[in-house]
């Protein structure tokens, strides 16, 4: 069965503290690993789309990476603004339609 | 910058009751999604749509769930009667194609957030 956990499920740095959010998925022929931000009552939005192993795709302050079982999203001296849900994903076996883990729920401190 | 529309953004009703939500997805995508997140949990799949055509709908409760995609474009997902674990947000995605080898970037509106009390 396809499955995606994440970890931490909360995390609470204070600004400028480095940190990373780990993703671990269960499927075979993987087509794409998606992270997403959401904020509180708004819709997920799109950060990054990884498809092989050893792919890394930066924006800004964040960073992700990809492995056969694992991705990372690496935040480097995050700022309040970086406070949020940060959601993975990847399409599930046969269709499109994305598997999401529970989140990472992540705080930044000033 | 084209967004996914939806409406209405909230809506509360008393269990029993019918309700319907619409998504208008980007221009030009083809693929159009359905997802449910309950608080604290990673949206689920509901529905998904190639044009007007359902190819998955696999996880949705079809006792009282519908969703129609008439003319390929935009959408409406129905819930009759509507029950108290529906309680949840209602999230629309779309996304350009349909791939074959890898999956196109879904593009999410703000969603409808339904109470039933």
């Known amino acids: 069965e396809d499955q995606v956990t994440q970890s931490p499920e909360a995390l609470r740095l204070q600004e400028g503290e480095s940190s990373s959010l780990n993703c671990s998925y269960t499927?075979?022929?993987?087509?794409?690993l998606f992270w997403y931000r959401q904020d509180p009552g708004k819709g997920p939005e799109f950060l990054f789309t990884l498809y092989s192993a050893g792919e890394e795709k930066e924006k800004e302050r964040l960073k992700a990476t990809l492995t056969k079982k694992e991705s990372f999203l690496h935040i480097t001296a995050p700022k309040p603004e970086d406070s949020a849900t940060y959601l993975c994903?990847?399409?599930?076996?046969?269709?499109?339609?994305?598997?999401f883990g529970k989140g990472t729920h992540l705080i930044i401190q000033p | 910058e084209a967004e996914v529309a939806q409406s209405p953004r909230y809506k509360i009703t008393e269990k029993s009751q019918a309700v319907a939500f619409w998504c208008d997805p980007i221009?030009?995508?083809?693929?159009l999604y359905w997802y449910r997140q309950i608080l604290g949990q990673g949206p689920e799949l509901l529905v998904q749509f190639q044009d007007e055509s359902v190819v998955d709908d696999s996880q949705l409760p079809k006792d009282r769930f519908s969703a129609e995609r008439l003319k390929g474009v935009d959408s409406t997902l129905k819930i009759q009667p509507a029950e108290l674990g529906d309680s949840a947000m209602y999230l629309c995605?779309?996304?350009?194609?349909?791939?074959?080898?890898?999956?196109?970037?879904?593009?999410f509106g703000p969603g409808t957030r339904l109470t039933v009390l």
């Open positions: 994903a990847h399409p599930r076996g046969g269709a499109d339609g994305l598997t």
């Open positions: 995605a779309s996304s350009l194609v349909r791939g074959k080898t890898s999956t196109d970037t879904q593009y």
């Open positions: 221009s030009g995508h083809a693929t």
């Open positions: 499927v075979s022929g993987l087509r794409g």
